[in-house]
């Protein structure tokens, strides 16, 4: 059983950790990584490097590459991979506010708008069939609400919406 995690410092470097605690380092070019994800098939890595492209970049642990997934203007961050590992859902604002957007995971095509929101939102998870992404939204009167999109239809219901600040659905 190994995590993923990133080594502090500046550039940051990508590592397995087991375990005891011992980090065996991935072989990618040192950056500022944060928010690893392991894709659900345990094949690629997406990763947010901080650095002057504010981009998701994708790294093959078979192949031992990484490549450039996202490039449009403003930040790409925040990612959740699809369960069959074939798309990412993630948040941009290549829109001006940071919202949600789905792209293969293969870098293939535009990356799709899911929502159009004043809101700042986050995605936090998407259901074991596919159907479901979980998100956090950051509503001006009730702060961070975890919300539910239904992929086809697009129609988002609020999960957990009240005074507080609740994240981090699964």
Do not use: C, H, K
């Amino acid at each position: 059983a190994y995590v993923l995690g990133t080594v502090e410092g500046t550039p940051r470097t990508l590592v397995w950790v087991d375990r005891q605690g011992r980090e065996t380092p991935i072989p990618a070019p040192p950056r500022p990584y944060l928010l690893p994800a392991l894709s659900p098939d345990g094949t690629r890595v997406v990763v947010f490097a901080n650095d002057q492209e504010r981009d998701l970049w994708l790294w093959d642990l078979r192949r031992t590459t990484l490549t450039r997934l996202t490039s449009a203007s403003g930040v790409d961050v925040v990612q959740v991979w699809t369960p069959d590992s074939r798309r990412l859902i993630f948040t941009s604002e290549r829109a001006g506010v940071r919202n949600l957007f789905r792209q293969a995971a293969d870098g293939a095509g535009e990356a799709e708008p899911l929502t159009e929101s004043p809101n700042t939102q986050y995605p936090t998870s998407v259901s074991p069939d596919g159907r479901t992404l979980i998100f956090v939204d950051e509503f001006p009167a009730t702060t961070n609400d975890v919300m539910m999109m239904e992929l086809d239809s697009r129609v988002v219901t609020p999960l957990v919406q009240s005074p507080f600040s609740e994240r981090n659905g699964t």
